[in-house]
Every structure is written in C-alpha cells, then in structure tokens.
C-alpha cells in the first residue's frame, strides 16, 4: 500500500499529519496552560488591586482620624469662647457696636458636639468687613460658618444701620 502513494503525497501526508497532531496536542494541552496563564494574571492583578485597596483604607482611615481630632481637638468652654468671641470684637480698633448675642446653641451627634455663637454687629461698611476679615484671619478659638449683611431702617430718624451677623462654630469630639 505505501507503494502505491508516490513521494509527494506522502510528503504531504505526513505534514497534514503533523499539522493535525500539532492542532491537537495545542486543543489538549497547550489551549489549558495558556487559559491558565491568562487567569493567574487576572487574578494577580485582582490581589494587586486588593492590597491597595487595603492601603488606601488604612491611609484613609488615618486622614480622617486626624482630620477629627483636629477639627475636635482644641475646644475651649463654650462660654470662655463667647466671651473670646466678645473681647476680640470689643477690643478692634473699629467704630463698631454689638448689638446682640445669642445664647450658645449646642447640637451633638453621633461623633460630635458643635457649639454655634451668633453675634450681630453694627457699624459701617468699611469697618464691618474688616472687622469680619480680621475675625476671619486672627481669630483661631472659633471659626466663623456663616455671615451676613443686612440694613434695617429707623423711621423715627429716617436712616439706615448696617449690621452684621456671624455665626462662629466650635467642634468637640465625643468620647
């Protein structure tokens, strides 16, 4: 029978049996380990994202804390703050009058407790605004959250008084 096959077709017959086995010996063997390959790397990067997944947590978890205890950190007595808060406007160089203060109001939450001064302020413009910017910039007991400007009219005199009121924040961290 093999005399029958000249050369060339044998030739030809024994590299369509080589392809054939070389098909399946990639479909049995080669095919898995390259799956398997393309599945530790996946999976290794997965690992890889997870360990900085950690890292950006803890790293995180540390901001907060720190960021907590600073914003929680250096309460003062709500009252001594008030009355910091009285000095500092009383004691400016500015033509300025207070004209209210309110009692502290105290709200507390889960994490903290938030002590809010309210105080309204009368004066002119100018010497308003720099009052609220000196406030703004030397005044560290508490920090100012809110402010506005408003005007009310006196009918018996016919004149307009400008006011401001700002309302100051202290943050305590609960135990």
Partial sequence: MSKSFTYKQKFFGIVLGFIILLLASYKKTYKHVFEAKAQISLVNDKLQNVDNSYNEIFILKNEISSLDNI?????????QVQQMILDFVSNSEYDVDISSIDDTHLFS??????????????????????LFYDIE????MSKIVSAKLFSIKNYRTNSKRLYLKLIFQNYEKNK
Avoid: A, Q, V, W
């Fill in 137 to 140: 910039k030397e005044f560290n």
């Fill in 109 to 130: 939450d889960n994490e903290f407790r938030i002590y809010t001064n309210t105080i309204e302020i009368e004066g002119t413009y100018f010497d308003l605004m720099t």
């Fill in 71 to 79: 914003i929680g950190g250096h309460s003062k007595n709500p009252e």
